[in-house]
């Protein structure tokens, strides 16, 4: 599958490298250490991002203003990173399929659906970077410092400093990869982490303030209402901590975080700690993730409703695999 996917980017003539609607520092990288490669060849190569404001936090990665809001006039080929599901790219698949020839897709979740023509999906994995990465020395592609600094980022960010999701002793053999190419540890923690606006800290007070433990503290849930960022001055993705310090409560299986966002629907991300997998619930509801960490919206329900099915299908969940961990 490396040489398949890597094969059709060579083949590619205009090439669109796409990331998901508030992307993270995964997605991008992917995007941005791909650009870099590419962009070294004779071909034409675009970043596409959906998202209006993009994260001011990511400002540090190389490119980051080489991303745009449209799709260029012309392209033949579509690499999406780090989405589950094609919808995560705010492109419509049938408009994509029309102009393109083919949808190449890239990525490490359990809940992928294989849209693309040719999907490299290596699930579980740490980060979608490391796929890149993968598809990349496989295929003997020399990286810039830049593109290492990318796909480490990526990688770094999406375990949480490698405390979850699927690490293993290749993952730090990657990574000690990249930073042989170039890739500075201490410059990209300090962008990623001492980089804390006053209002994303003013945030945290208030998650801290109105948390709410259920369930014998195995649920911890908060909400985030468009009010409390106003009142805080903070922006949509200084909530994306959050839901981590909740989960990082000692009784803690399950983290909940409501968001309501602009136009009145409800961002949902769920988290869990030992034995219950999130990517389940996610998906029930038109979402999706990993097993420790995923997601999903709802425009159609009421807060309180999506608090019952939530602890409803954490007890289902407790019931199938008990409290033990696994
Ligand atoms: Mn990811």
């Not at 003013?202 to 960022?229: C, N, P, T, Y």
């Not at 000692?250 to 409800?266: K, R, T």
Request: hydrophobic share 40%.
């Amino acid at each position: 599958m490396f040489k398949t996917a890597w094969q059709a980017i060579e083949k590619a003539r205009n090439i669109v490298l796409v990331s998901h609607i508030n992307p993270d520092c995964d997605t991008l990288g992917c995007c941005l250490a791909l650009y870099d490669v590419l962009k070294r060849t004779d071909k034409n190569i675009y970043l596409f991002n959906a998202t209006e404001n993009l994260p001011r936090k990511l400002q540090f990665m190389p490119y980051f203003y080489e991303i745009r809001a449209s799709l260029p006039a012309e392209f033949d080929t579509v690499v999406v990173c780090d989405c589950a599901r094609f919808d995560r790219t705010g492109l419509d698949m049938d408009t994509v399929k029309k102009r393109s020839d083919t949808i190449i897709n890239i990525d490490h979740h359990l809940t992928n659906s294989d849209f693309g023509d040719i999907n490299l999906v290596i699930s579980p994995n740490a980060s979608a970077c490391m796929v890149v990465y993968n598809m990349l020395k496989k295929n003997g592609v020399k990286l810039s410092p830049q593109a290492a600094l990318s796909l480490y980022a990526g990688t770094i960010d999406d375990t949480g400093f490698f405390a979850y999701g699927t690490i293993d002793d290749i993952t730090f053999s990657d990574m000690s990869e990249l930073v042989k190419l170039g890739a500075d540890p201490n410059l990209i923690s300090k962008q990623l982490k001492q980089s804390v606006p006053l209002a994303r800290f003013r945030l945290k007070q208030h998650a801290a303030k109105s948390v709410d433990l259920l369930r014998s503290g195995m649920v911890g849930l908060i909400f985030i209402w468009q009010e409390d960022l106003k009142r805080t001055g903070a922006k949509r993705e200084d909530t994306e901590d959050i839901i981590n310090l909740i989960r990082d409560l000692v009784s803690v299986e399950m983290a909940v975080m409501i968001l309501e966002e602009e136009d009145g629907s409800f961002k949902v991300s769920l988290r869990s700690k030992n034995y219950l997998d999130v990517s389940k619930i996610a998906l029930k509801f038109g979402g999706g993730g990993h097993f420790g960490a995923a997601g999903f919206e709802s425009s159609m329900m009421h807060a309180e409703d999506i608090v019952k099915i939530v602890l409803n299908e954490f007890d289902k969940g407790i019931k199938e695999y008990g409290t033990q961990k696994q």
